[in-house]
């Protein structure tokens, strides 16, 4: 049953039928003038039925109201303009890198169009045939010339008023789908069924939220007539994405808060103990995040907290205090990190600060031998292990615990909310720490967060300085080792830093070991090179990490296995090789590594080649900054919302609308709403909100599962 209700959005409570009168149900093959064959090309857009085409919504409008004059174009402008072909030319043969170019005339005079790779044009454009562009306008050779702009046939036809004369949507398409005859469909959908999509949303609070109906917002969002009703269509749709995200969210949470947890309120020996033994105090933050979370775990109910904090502001002991808590109360923790390095890493930290208190730790991987991690998941079943450190290994089924009373989820963003959810199932209630090296933009900390309470490390221990970061090219590579030289002779140490992508591990892999054998027996052979990577063995790396730690390694070559997790305060100098092939977050990260202690800082990003546009301002940014909240706003910006915030992985519902950079104040706006709307009626059974439940069902694909009855 449960299955059914979330598949069609709104529930009109029959089958789908062909020879009734088409409903939103109607699969798009039995509309007139739909075969199966536009059908199937439809299908693979991933429209089926009527419903889904109402709410595939156009890439953009083009204003073909105010289409620009050829002798009005300038160069530098996106433009939207109409012409008759006058000539066509066909790269020559043999030369198939030149453009095709097309000379095009209006009213005003003449323009070239210009595409690259584009031979077919020669079966698609004809001497005389009208065509709507839109595109880049640049001068080449003194003409005004379009370069590889969208473009349109235009065919005259008694639906002409959708293409021309108006803001005109504009689809995405897919193989052997004209634009023009998708838009015709769209239209003709839009036309007949928009009017039938119910109203989602109870009248409070449109009428508070100044919103327009759903059926209007579709058809303005497809047709709009004038640019306002287009913004406040969409408006109306982004403002349904962010609410039934936030409802769900809300819905979770409120679950969680009502659960009955553990409340683990020990008398703080250990925590005492681990306390004294710092060889420094807690930074204010510190303190006060602690606070916040021991409050929470002393609770009966479940903590479900996020602990955001940039690199270094020193997360690992407020998480080893937590851990302590709950191990003191008698439970059992486990700290979850998304990659083996980091759990190996975390792993070597958590046995440095627990096991002079007597307690044991345990690591588990996917690496290890069966027999070992059998052993393992052996003594945690049977409580012996208070602390297991692990990768996504610990949320497999086989993984039992005697007594799981904390579970603490470092590089949070990494997961999505199912394994987060299963590591949590593995307890009854256990009180949860999520953390977060990256910080967040407060859009997307409500929006991927906002089933948590937040706490903030927004201060670094005392004593840290920004980090010198330069970018650097080939040339200087001579001035940069005398540079790390002098460093070394200071007492610091260095990393050098090699990128590692997965497609070719083996060549990268190769590249950081030339490298490193080049530094020890060329440049540095009178010092100490290591070489760090991830195919070594984990004593192998714990080794290396040791020697590095106790100052035996001045230089130490590594792949990315470095980028988090690593904390030898002594060293001060990271060389970022190819720089430019880095993300945003992983430089901060890498840069994270150094300016741990008293010492000035230095990171160099080297870059070789020539760096896309797009590196340029990964590169520029870190230059710029060393604040973390401003590198991931550039970094969602630079990759946008759906990269950056991995929407697949993270398991949430995605967005139609929705643009997170842009709509910050609608989510706002919906996340209010839908704290009101579950405070009020947590599960939704309010007849006024049976609609709004139906949109939710369907929009979270069975991941609510909220009592289906009523
Ligand atoms: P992150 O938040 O990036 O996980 P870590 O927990 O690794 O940061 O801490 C970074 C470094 O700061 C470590 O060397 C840690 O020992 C040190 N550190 C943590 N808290 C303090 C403090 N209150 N005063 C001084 N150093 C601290
Ligand atoms: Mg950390």
Redesign the pocket.
Known sequence: MRARETTALYSTGTRPKQTATPDLRTPLQFLPGVGPRRAAQLERKGLSTVEDALFFLPLRHEDRTRLVPFRALQPGQVATCEGTIVGLSPPPPGRSRAPFVVMLRDASGYAQASWFNAAYLARVFKRGARLVLHGKVTRFKGAVVMQQPDYELIESGEDDRLHTGRLVPVYSLTEGLAQRALRSLMWRIVDTFARDVPESLPDAVRARRKLVALSAALRDCHFPSTETALDAARRRLAFDDFLLLQLGLAILRSRTTRARGVAMNPRGELVARLRASLP????GA?ERVWDEIRRDMAAPFPMHRLLQ?????????VAALAVLTAVEAGYQAAVMAPTEILAEQHFM?FRQLLEPLGLAVTLLTSSLKPRERAARRAALAAGEIPCVVGTHALVQESVEFRRLGLAVVDEQHRFGVEQRARLRGKGEHPDLLV?T?TPIPRTLALTLYGDLDVSV?DEL??GRRPVVTVARTESKRREIYTFLRDEIARGRQVYVVYPLVEESETLDLKAATDMALHLAEGVFRDLSVGLMHGRLGFEEKDAIMRRFKAGEIHILVSTTVIEV?I?V?NASVVLVEHAERFGLSQLHQLR?RVG?GPWKSYCILLTSGRPTEEARRRIGAMVETNDGFKIAEVDLELRGPGEFFGTRQSGLPEFRTADLLRDGAILEEARAEAQAIIAADPELRDPAHRALRASLLARWRGKLALASAG
Do not use: E, F, H, N
Not at 280 to 283: C, G, R, S
Not at 309 to 317: A, E, F, N, Y
């Open positions: 420094w105090p807690l930074t510190q904090g940039d690199v270094g502001s020193g997360k690992t002991i930290t953390m090296a490390l221990p005392p997790g904390d305060p994270g741990r």
